[in-house]
């Protein structure tokens, strides 16, 4: 079978617009695939084979799986749409629905407010590398992903009106208003970057990831990822009263479906909703206590960009 990779690639990176890391993600399933068969042809037979290795050895993690799982279908599907042999790659896609990866509850970390007041403490500003990762931080707790942080330009970022521009998946864009707290930071990394060039930042994901870890061991925090900064700003927001579409909008999320999983509601929040916003709660018979809208910005611009 003539896997055409290449083709793929290409249609994912000028058709879906999906950033490189992206692309490696997507292209890793069908690839293993190819490996796994070797000569053998694809079959329904051999991709419940490879999955039935996959799940028996015990070594891959289930949400892993669950996702090669996804991204598989999306290759199978593209293949049939474009390259032919439409009745076998359709029973290959009927035998990859029909799969079922074990279940696995993921096991999130969200930071506090105190521990996010605590994490962006340990970057050195009296560095670059300090800055760069102080200011890269300050953007992630913004909501933005870490390729979107990275992938920054200069004319991005509108200092005197005080927001971002993101290009997000599928070079959707968005705007979103910098804190004020994070604009003094932001203003004093660009001040002092290199100007030789319009990138914000030189340093590759992993590298930031390694980086990132360290700050957070020294903080207390354990070994974490950058994507922990999206999950608890959704989850604080949420506990602030925060409309939930902005939070979406923030985000960056077409489905909503999807920033309902980034929220991770606590007793804390159970308490506030019925000490405060209950309607029995409020001394004012029956009226419910005012949501504060912290981002009231980004809900202005949400309505411009529906």
Known sequence: MNWRLNDYEDWLRYERGL?????????QPPVLLSKFLGRDPLSPDAVRGWFRQMIAGGRIK???????????SIYLNWYETHCGDGDNIIRCIHALRKIRPPRYKPNRRCFTEDEVARLLRQPDLSTSIGLRDRTAMEF????LRIGEVLALR????????????????????????????????????????????????HIQPDGFRKSFSGHTRAAGLGHQTPHTFRHSLATILTERGVDPTAIQYILGHED????????????????????????RSSPGRGRAAPIPISVQPSLELLGNNS
């Open 19 to 27: 950033r490189e890391e992206s692309i490696r993600s997507y292209l």
């Open 62 to 72: 289930a949400s892993s799986i669950a996702l090669r799982r996804q991204t598989l």
């Open 256 to 279: 909503f479906q999807t920033t309902r999983r980034y929220i991770h509601s606590g007793p804390s929040l159970g308490r506030e909703a019925m000490l405060t916003r209950h309607p």
């Open 140 to 143: 992630l707790y913004m909501g």
């Open 154 to 201: 200069v004319e991005d970022v509108d200092l005197r009106a005080g927001i971002v521009r993101v290009l997000g998946k599928g070079n959707k864009e968005r705007h979103i208003y910098i804190p004020w707290e994070s604009l003094r930071i932001i203003s004093r990394f660009m001040s002092a970057r290199d100007r030789k060039s319009n990138r914000l930042f």
